[in-house]
């Protein structure tokens, strides 16, 4: 998967940026705000709706609850798209802890192990259910934010 290795990436690049250093923007230790979007198959939104927001979804409310995410919203745009610029879903998430966005931050991949073990204990079923949301899954990428200088 292209995101482990991405989130490496960012997290190392992170506190070397100079714009965010110096303008006291996005650094490993403070809010981060990350941007997940979803391109879904033709005729697959049903399905991919109904898995995200059973599982992807409720995983992370339940870490806005416990006080690692401050925000989460998830959206489709109101008119048609096409081509490759076309994204059907987005999610963005508001990270209180850099690292726990980019996939670095060990208290709040505790937590989340524990959530998804609690919430969701059959692990067969859900790795099912989500294989088949990444079936109906044509493209997905994830944009990492900062504030513009």
Do not use: C
Not at 62 to 85: A, D, K, L, N
């Amino acid at each position: 998967m292209r995101f482990p290795i991405a989130a490496a990436l960012l997290l190392s690049l992170l506190p070397l940026s100079p714009a965010m250093a110096q303008d006291g923007g996005v650094t490993a230790d403070g809010p981060l705000k990350v941007e997940n979007y979803y391109r879904v198959k033709w005729g697959g939104m049903g399905e991919f709706l109904r898995v995200y927001h059973k599982q992807h979804e409720a995983l992370l409310r339940e870490m806005m609850r416990q006080g690692y995410i401050s925000q989460v919203t998830v959206e489709m745009p109101f008119t048609h798209m096409g081509g490759s610029t076309r994204w059907d879903v987005r999610t963005t998430i508001v990270y209180k802890h850099g690292a726990d966005g980019v996939g670095a931050g060990a208290a709040y991949k505790a937590a989340m192990a524990a959530a998804k073990a609690r919430m969701f204990p059959d692990k067969a079923a859900f790795d099912a259910e989500e294989g088949r949301r990444g079936a109906v899954t044509e493209d997905h990428w994830d944009v990492v934010l900062e504030p513009a200088p």
